[in-house]
T-cell receptor
């Protein structure tokens, strides 16, 4: 049984560019959440998708947007990248509000 | 404001030296408390879920307990492979869709 997968593993962008990160949930899960983790900190909640809609959003600007597809996979888009967006981006899947299982993450570096 | 605080920030133990990690929370209504293990550069790995005060869960050398104000992760006779960052997170009432994390405890077990 495949767990949560994310792509790409690493990404380097420059300020002002746009980036798209992808996530496939664990088999049987219908909910995808995205988190940002800065070095030495705990993950910070960005938003959660269920039934192809954003159900809850954390304290992140509109530059961060997402999408969920009918097969439950999800994308995170970040526009107008800033240096401060450099972080590990984590995707987690669950059955609604049950335990969240995390993927390996995408390391984004903004130069 | 809802808060999750973990202590200590870092802990160094000799192999076989048992200890405990603390997670204290001030939230408006706890719906679940989660422990994760995170290795450097990887996504958090789920360990335990606790829902009510007095509940305990065990897995190999780890045991998690919950009171009305805090949770402990007890590590018995740790081994070097237990070295990792241990993260505590909560679901709160009215926001059961997002995990709020502490900053973690970085555990190092020396051979």
């Amino acid at each position: 049984d495949a767990g949560v997968t994310q792509s790409p593993t690493h990404l380097i962008k420059t300020r002002g560019q746009q980036v798209t990160l992808r996530c496939s949930p664990k088999s049987g899960h219908d909910t995808v959440s995205w988190y940002q983790q800065a070095l030495g900190q705990g993950p910070q909640f960005i938003f959660q998708y269920y039934e192809e809609e954003e159900r809850q959003r954390g304290n992140f600007p509109d530059r961060f947007s997402g999408h969920q597809f009918p097969n439950y996979s999800s994308e995170l888009n970040v526009n107008a990248l800033l240096l401060g967006d450099s972080a590990l981006y984590l995707c987690a899947s669950s059955l609604l509000a049950d335990t969240q299982y995390f993927g390996p993450g995408t390391r984004l570096t903004v130069l | 404001e809802d808060q999750v605080t973990q202590s200590p920030e870092a802990l160094r133990l000799q192999e076989g030296e048992s200890s405990s990690l603390n997670c204290s929370y001030t939230v408006s209504g706890l719906r679940g408390l989660f422990w994760y293990r995170q290795d450097p550069g990887k996504g958090p790995e789920f360990l335990f879920t606790l829902y009510s005060a007095g509940e305990e869960k065990e897995k190999e050398r780890l045991k998690a307990t919950l009171t009305k104000k805090e949770s402990f992760l007890h590590i018995t006779a740790p081994k070097p492979e237990d070295s990792a960052t241990y993260l505590c997170a909560v679901y709160i009432s009215g926001s059961a869709r997002q995990l709020t994390f502490g900053s973690g405890t970085q555990l190092t077990v020396l051979p």
